[in-house]
C-alpha cells in the first residue's frame, strides 16, 4: 500500500468537496447580489390628508434612519438574530475625530452595495459562513425593500 498516493487522494477528495460545497452556496445566493438599478425614495401621500410616507430602500438611506428601522423590526420580532447582527455590522462606524452625531445620523449609505461586498469577499475567501451571513443580511434587506417606512 503506498501511503503517499493515499493521502494525496484524501486530500484532493476533501478539496473537491470543499470546491463543491462553495459553488452550491454561490448558485444558492447568486440572485441576491446581483446588481440592480438603483430606485429612488419615493414620497407619496398614503391616503388623502395623510402627508408624505416614505419608501424604503437601502441603496439610498440615511443612517440614522437606517438604525431607526433595524430598533423597530427589533421590538417587532421579525429579524433573527443573524439578521440583526448583520445589519449592526452595516451599521457600525469607526469613531471619527468630529464626534458629530448628527452629521452622522444623516450620513447616506448604500447598505446593499455594502452586504455585496461583503458578499463577494466571502466567496472569494471561499467562506462558507461568511456567505451565509452576509446573504441573510441582503435577503433581510430584500425582504422589506420597498415598504413604506
Not at 440572485?31 to 414620497?43: A, H, R
Given at each position: 500500500?503506498?501511503?503517499g498516493?493515499?493521502l494525496?487522494d ?6 473537491q468537496?470543499?470546491?463543491t460545497?462553495?459553488?452550491?452556496l ?5 440572485g441576491?447580489?446581483q446588481d440592480k438599478?438603483?430606485?429612488?425614495i ?6 388623502p ?16 434612519q ?6 423597530r423590526?427589533?421590538?417587532?420580532g421579525?429579524l433573527n438574530?443573524?439578521?440583526i447582527?448583520?445589519?449592526r ?10 464626534g458629530?452625531?448628527?452629521a452622522a ?5 448604500d ?7 461583503g458578499l463577494?469577499a ?12 452576509w ?8 425582504k422589506?425593500?420597498?415598504?413604506t417606512?
Amino acid at each position: 500500500m503506498n501511503l503517499g498516493t493515499s493521502l494525496f487522494d484524501t486530500l484532493l477528495q476533501i478539496r473537491q468537496q470543499s470546491q463543491t460545497q462553495a459553488q452550491a452556496l454561490t448558485q444558492k445566493y447568486a440572485g441576491l447580489y446581483q446588481d440592480k438599478p438603483k430606485e429612488n425614495i419615493s414620497i407619496q401621500p398614503a391616503e388623502p390628508g395623510s402627508g408624505p410616507t416614505k419608501t424604503l430602500d437601502f441603496s439610498q438611506i440615511q443612517r440614522g434612519q437606517a438604525q431607526q428601522w433595524l430598533d423597530r423590526q427589533i421590538e417587532k420580532g421579525s429579524l433573527n438574530q443573524t439578521e440583526i447582527t448583520a445589519m449592526r455590522t452595516l451599521l457600525y462606524r469607526g469613531s471619527t475625530d468630529s464626534g458629530d452625531s448628527e452629521a452622522a445620523a444623516k450620513e447616506q449609505l448604500d447598505l446593499l452595495e455594502k452586504a455585496k461586498t461583503g458578499l463577494r469577499a466571502a466567496i472569494l475567501r471561499k467562506d462558507s459562513s461568511g456567505m451565509a451571513f452576509w446573504a441573510q443580511a441582503l435577503g433581510a434587506m430584500k425582504k422589506f425593500q420597498g415598504e413604506t417606512a
